[in-house]
């Protein structure tokens, strides 16, 4: 399973930014976002069920950031609206494959989001 993300960028407060991963391979139990800021823990931003239902988002990103399923087999966006420079962060995608003993996550490979004032 390969991942691959794009999207990323610089923006000042206020602006917008979408996001995009696809991956290969394979059929998935769930999808999401992660971040990860300099000198913090990555963190989930929004995930959402295979089929594009149940979206779950961090409450720092509730009512401006928007996850969504592509029409296309496998891929997932991130649209970033309101942006705020505490959203600077490397953000990931993450795509869990239902497995036993437990579910395997597949990462992409990262793009940088930078939020100016």
């Known amino acids: 399973v390969q991942l691959m993300e794009s999207g990323g960028g610089s923006v000042q407060a206020g602006g917008s930014l979408q996001l995009s991963c696809g991956a290969s391979g394979s059929t998935f139990q769930g999808m999401g976002w992660y971040r990860q800021a300099p000198g913090k823990q990555r963190e989930l931003v929004a995930e959402?069920?295979?089929?594009?239902?149940?979206?779950i988002y961090a409450e720092s990103v509730k009512g401006r950031f928007t996850i969504s399923r592509g029409n296309a087999r496998n891929t997932m966006y991130l649209q970033m609206d309101s942006l705020k420079p505490e959203d600077t962060a490397i953000y990931y995608c993450?795509?869990?494959?239902?497995?036993?003993?437990?579910?395997?996550?597949?990462w992409g490979q990262g793009t940088q989001v930078t939020v100016s004032t």
């Open positions: 993450n795509f869990r494959e239902s497995s036993r003993p437990r579910d395997i996550d597949y």
């Open positions: 959402i069920t295979y089929d594009g239902r149940s979206p």
